[in-house]
């Protein structure tokens, strides 16, 4: 029993206040679509691409993402809760994260150079094995986000917040840090600092 496996290609398009929750999306091709208020949670959306996309205030909670292309994607205002990154088509791979909920989310082993979040949260945030050089996390909290063995080159991490992380186990050279910040670096040390001094 063969399936039809017929991309069907969708370009230029706006798509507005569409419910695909709980829904298994297949064989499309999106390029250049704006997606406003659309409610993909606990959806599968395996195997599709998306190209030069723009998802604003959009709930990707535990959706699906095997396979799935996403190049110059935008996320905007978006809820992206628990979504596992690492099984994404690794050769349509590259985003912009604005003003987004990121928390329990997965980029494992994944290439993310010059990623820029921006007012994000990546509570719990696993990023062990990720190729983050040049990336910017600009205002962001990054409480319990993990970084083990992640190279963190050339990072901008001036504004970000809550963040920890042994400098032994990643890759750090040129990262950039405020002075207001840099106790990050020596969470594992597990020191008092008094910032009052």
Same mark, same amino acid.
């Given at each position: 029993?063969?399936?039809?496996?017929?991309?069907?290609?969708?370009?230029?398009?706006?798509?507005?206040?569409?419910?695909?929750?709980?829904?298994? &999306? +297949?064989?499309?091709? !999106?390029?250049? $679509?704006?997606?406003?208020?659309? *409610? #993909?949670?606990?959806? /599968? %959306? =395996?195997?599709?691409?998306?190209?030069?996309?723009?998802?604003?205030?959009?709930?990707?909670?535990?959706?699906?993402?095997?396979?799935?292309?996403?190049?110059?994607?935008?996320?905007?205002?978006?809820?992206?809760?628990?979504?596992?990154?690492?099984?994404?088509?690794?050769?349509?791979?590259?985003?912009?994260?604005?003003?987004?909920?990121?928390?329990?989310?997965?980029?494992?082993?994944?290439? &993310? +150079?010059?990623?820029? !979040?921006?007012? $994000?949260?990546?509570?719990?945030? *696993? #990023?062990?094995?990720? /190729? %983050? =050089?040049?990336?910017?996390?600009?205002?962001?909290?990054?409480?319990?986000?993990?970084?083990?063995?992640?190279?963190?080159?050339?990072?901008?991490?001036?504004?970000?917040?809550?963040?920890?992380?042994?400098?032994?186990?990643?890759?750090?050279?040129?990262?950039?840090?405020?002075?207001?910040?840099?106790?990050?670096?020596?969470?594992?040390?597990?020191?008092?600092?008094?910032?009052?001094?």
């Amino acid at each position: 029993m063969s399936e039809s496996s017929e991309t069907t290609i969708h370009q230029d398009k706006t798509f507005t206040s569409i419910d695909y929750a709980e829904k298994q &999306l +297949k064989n499309r091709e !999106f390029i250049n $679509c704006e997606f406003v208020s659309c *409610d #993909f949670s606990k959806s /599968d %959306l =395996s195997h599709n691409d998306f190209v030069d996309c723009h998802f604003k205030q959009c709930n990707f909670s535990l959706t699906i993402v095997v396979g799935t292309g996403f190049r110059d994607v935008t996320f905007s205002g978006c809820k992206i809760l628990g979504i596992d990154f690492s099984k994404c088509n690794k050769f349509l791979f590259s985003f912009k994260f604005e003003k987004s909920q990121l928390d329990y989310s997965t980029f494992y082993g994944t290439k &993310l +150079k010059k990623t820029r !979040f921006t007012d $994000c949260s990546l509570k719990e945030t *696993d #990023f062990e094995e990720t /190729d %983050l =050089s040049g990336s910017v996390f600009e205002n962001c909290d990054l409480a319990g986000t993990s970084f083990v063995r992640t190279v963190l080159e050339k990072v901008d991490f001036r504004t970000a917040r809550n963040f920890g992380f042994d400098p032994a186990v990643n890759k750090v050279k040129q990262a950039k840090f405020s002075a207001s910040n840099l106790a990050g670096l020596l969470y594992h040390f597990n020191l008092d600092i008094d910032h009052n001094i």
